[in-house]
């Protein structure tokens, strides 16, 4: 069982350490519904491989492990990694030890028909964050929805993420959901 490469992860991790959605803190808009609106079942997985980045020391996290035969995930995963982490925070985080997926929210890739990579609203994203109904991605901070694109393109040099994100854009054209 191989993991995603560590020092992929952290690249991914580092291009978005800094940027934002907004040029201001968009948690003001909604409450940082995104980090406090936990329903029971709700959470954040991690990129399989993304947890030797948790030293333990952390006190925001609260574990779960989801089989990939059991939780949803790209098809090919199931023979690929047994469980996949899934994070459920107790409070707000120390924000330099946040998770890849919390860096890119609310935004996934679509993989396009030419190879080329776009940044979408994530579907999960409808109904919690704010963004989507109040902003169109071109009128979010150019500098976030680059570098989450570089971000993804840069995960996507392994052939597990490759598949994760072919299985979103799947996911994207079965919904029919319209650029936004
Ligand atoms: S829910 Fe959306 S607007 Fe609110 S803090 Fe999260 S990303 Fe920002
Ligand atoms: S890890 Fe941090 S950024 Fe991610 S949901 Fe939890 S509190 Fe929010």
């Known amino acids: 069982m191989r993991m995603v490469d560590l020092s992929l992860i952290e690249a991914a991790r580092q291009l978005l350490a800094d940027v934002t959605p907004l040029p201001f803190d968009c948690g003001t808009l909604c409450g940082h519904r995104c980090c406090t609106d936990f329903a029971p079942n709700e959470g954040v997985y991690l990129i399989p491989g993304e947890l030797p980045l948790f030293d333990g020391t952390e006190d925001f996290t609260r574990w779960q492990f989801h089989r990939t035969d059991e939780y949803e995930f790209a098809p090919a995963w199931e023979r690929r990694f047994d469980s996949v982490p899934f994070l459920q925070c107790t409070r707000l985080c120390d924000r330099s030890r946040r ?39 071109d009128q979010l901070d150019p500098a976030f929805v680059d570098a989450a694109r570089r971000a993804w393109e840069l995960l996507m040099q392994d052939e597990a993420m490759r598949e994760h994100v072919e299985w979103l854009t799947a996911q994207y054209d079965a919904l029919e959901l319209p650029p936004a």
Do not use: K, N, V
């Not at 996934?108 to 979408?120: C, K, Q, S």
């Open 99 to 137: 998770p890849f997926e919390c860096r890119t929210y609310p935004l996934w890739p679509y993989l396009r028909a030419d190879g080329t990579l776009e940044m979408r609203y994530s579907f999960l994203a409808h109904g919690i964050c704010p963004l989507p109904e109040r902003y169109r991605i």
